[in-house]
């Protein structure tokens, strides 16, 4: 059983910047696939990045053109969403997601575990 907590989420400007984390409970975490999904008002949720538990990242390539950084730390349990050059498209309630085994995928049903989302807003 894994527990995910997300934090970092806020009201930025466009053009800002934030960090994302998602701390996990759980002696395997380092075992885990870890992603960051997102869902806007009125839309499905989306893939955003994805990490490996060797650490390869998987972005989402429509939106993230470079601008968001996924990246983990195993000891700390613990995976970052850096956020740079937000836009007020951006705005959107961020969840961490994690899945036993496999590689990072854009599908949900994939991740058996969810946090409870971290709101990031972004005023245009």
């Known amino acids: 059983q894994v527990q995910l907590v997300e934090s970092g989420g806020g009201l930025v400007q466009a053009g800002g910047s934030l960090r994302l984390s998602c701390a996990a409970s759980?002696?395997?975490?380092?075992?885990?696939?870890m992603g960051w999904f997102r869902q806007a008002p009125g839309k499905e949720r989306e893939f955003v990045a994805g990490i490996s538990w060797s650490g390869g990242p998987t972005y989402n390539s429509d939106f993230v053109k470079g601008r968001f950084t996924i990246s983990r730390d195993n000891a700390k349990n613990t995976v970052y969403l850096q956020m740079n050059s937000l836009k007020a498209e951006d705005t959107a309630i961020y969840y961490c997601a994690a899945r036993a085994v496999g590689i990072p995928t854009i599908r949900t049903d994939d991740y058996a575990y969810w946090g409870q989302g971290t709101q990031v807003t972004v005023s245009s």
């Open positions: 759980g002696r395997t975490f380092s075992s885990y696939t």
